[in-house]
């Protein structure tokens, strides 16, 4: 599914927004991630592998000027990451920016992966990045960062949700079509850059993901301490537990698209501050669920043995 969803987001783009070069190093990123996605259906290619390519597609924004240069904490200060800068040339001047680059690179990174761990079930995965797209369009007509203006971030992002809520019908239980591995890292590539191109809506992102942020965060945490692969499958996720408990595939897909779509109007009224509160009241509240249903879970396996 990731092939259909990447041309109508590369169609669309081509007809409506502005050829310049972070447009055109999105749709170079995005071509690359659809294809190897394709390629990971075909021959099941090994984690480390994809994750490199994670890594390259991130490199690839980056490098036509998508980065992180700043971060406003909670507390209404500005650390800035754009203070180490490095020079360089090859065919004409060049610069890095280390810090400013590696926190979008690891942000990016991050969230085509956290997206692709949320699409255990059918319909679940679009849904929620439909919604989250269209609210980081709303938040991008606000403000946008970067040699790009407001309405071409917006655009994007509404282009992004379309395509996504286009895919929809036929993922939604029962699938007729999956969106594969490129479907899914493209959905998270394509909202980490909207998100770093919206003036930085970083925070906001989080807060509209927090449900996959979180629990991919438990997950990981978890995988660790147990000393297991973190780049290997698990099955303890939140969805995961929600089928356990019972709950079916549609009830779950609209339970994430509900909560998506909540802490997405939130987000438009939070200021900086009150989006930190914010998310370290969902990080308390998720993460306690999470801990019970596994808790419940093992105690109802132990019964039942």
């Not at 992966?113 to 938040?139: C, E, H, K, R």
């Not at 147990?226 to 019972?246: E, Q």
């Not at 939070?270 to 999470?290: C, D, N, T």
């Given at each position: 599914?990731?092939?259909?969803?990447?041309?109508?987001?590369?169609?669309?783009?081509?007809?409506?927004?502005?050829?310049?070069?972070?447009?055109?190093?999105?749709?170079?990123?995005?071509?690359?991630?659809?294809?190897?996605?394709?390629w990971?259906?075909?021959?099941?290619?090994?984690?480390?592998?994809?994750?490199?390519?994670?890594?390259?597609?991130?490199?690839?924004?980056?490098?036509?000027?998508?980065?992180?240069?700043?971060?406003?904490?909670?507390?209404?200060?500005?650390?800035?990451?754009?203070?180490?800068?490095?020079?360089?040339?090859?065919?004409?001047?060049?610069?890095?920016?280390?810090?400013?680059?590696?926190?979008?690179?690891?942000?990016?990174?991050?969230?085509?992966?956290?997206?692709?761990?949320?699409?255990?079930?059918?319909?679940?995965?679009?849904?929620?990045?439909?919604?989250a797209?269209t609210?980081?369009?709303?938040?991008?007509?606000?403000?946008?960062?970067?040699?790009?203006?407001?309405?071409?971030?917006?655009?994007?992002?509404?282009?992004?949700?379309?395509?996504?809520a286009?895919?929809?019908?036929?993922?939604?239980?029962?699938?007729?079509?999956?969106?594969?591995?490129?479907?899914?890292?493209?959905?998270?590539?394509?909202?980490?850059?909207?998100?770093?191109?919206?003036?930085?809506?970083?925070?906001?992102?989080?807060?509209?993901?927090?449900?996959p942020?979180?629990?991919?965060?438990?997950?990981?945490?978890?995988?660790?301490?147990?000393?297991?692969?973190?780049?290997?499958?698990?099955?303890?996720?939140?969805?995961?537990?929600?089928?356990?408990?019972?709950?079916?595939?549609?009830?779950?897909?609209?339970?994430?698209?509900?909560?998506?779509?909540?802490?997405?109007?939130?987000?438009?009224?939070?200021?900086?501050?009150?989006?930190?509160?914010?998310?370290?009241?969902?990080?308390?509240?998720?993460?306690?669920i999470?801990?019970?249903?596994?808790?419940?879970?093992?105690?109802?396996?132990?019964?039942?043995?």
């Amino acid at each position: 599914g990731g092939l259909p969803v990447f041309l109508g987001v590369l169609i669309t783009s081509l007809i409506f927004l502005p050829l310049n070069k972070i447009i055109l190093g999105i749709l170079t990123a995005g071509l690359l991630t659809t294809l190897v996605g394709l390629w990971d259906d075909r021959r099941d290619l090994s984690p480390y592998l994809r994750f490199a390519a994670n890594i390259l597609t991130a490199a690839i924004i980056v490098g036509v000027g998508v980065g992180i240069p700043f971060i406003t904490n909670p507390f209404d200060h500005v650390i800035l990451l754009d203070t180490w800068r490095v020079s360089f040339t090859f065919f004409g001047n060049h610069s890095i920016l280390v810090w400013a680059d590696m926190f979008a690179i690891l942000w990016i990174v991050w969230t085509m992966n956290i997206v692709g761990w949320s699409s255990g079930v059918d319909g679940q995965m679009p849904g929620f990045v439909a919604i989250a797209a269209t609210m980081l369009g709303v938040l991008a007509l606000r403000f946008s960062a970067h040699d790009i203006s407001q309405t071409t971030v917006a655009t994007l992002a509404f282009i992004t949700a379309g395509a996504f809520a286009g895919f929809l019908p036929w993922n939604f239980y029962p699938q007729k079509i999956m969106p594969g591995y490129g479907g899914k890292t493209l959905a998270g590539l394509l909202l980490a850059t909207i998100a770093i191109l919206s003036g930085g809506k970083v925070g906001s992102a989080l807060i509209i993901l927090a449900v996959p942020m979180l629990d991919a965060g438990y997950i990981l945490i978890k995988r660790i301490l147990a000393k297991k692969s973190p780049f290997r499958a698990a099955r303890s996720h939140l969805h995961h537990h929600l089928l356990s408990l019972g709950w079916g595939k549609r009830r779950i897909a609209l339970f994430y698209w509900g909560v998506s779509a909540i802490l997405g109007l939130l987000t438009l009224s939070l200021e900086s501050q009150q989006k930190f509160y914010a998310f370290v009241v969902l990080g308390v509240v998720v993460g306690g669920i999470i801990m019970w249903l596994n808790f419940a879970l093992h105690q109802e396996k132990i019964t039942n043995s």
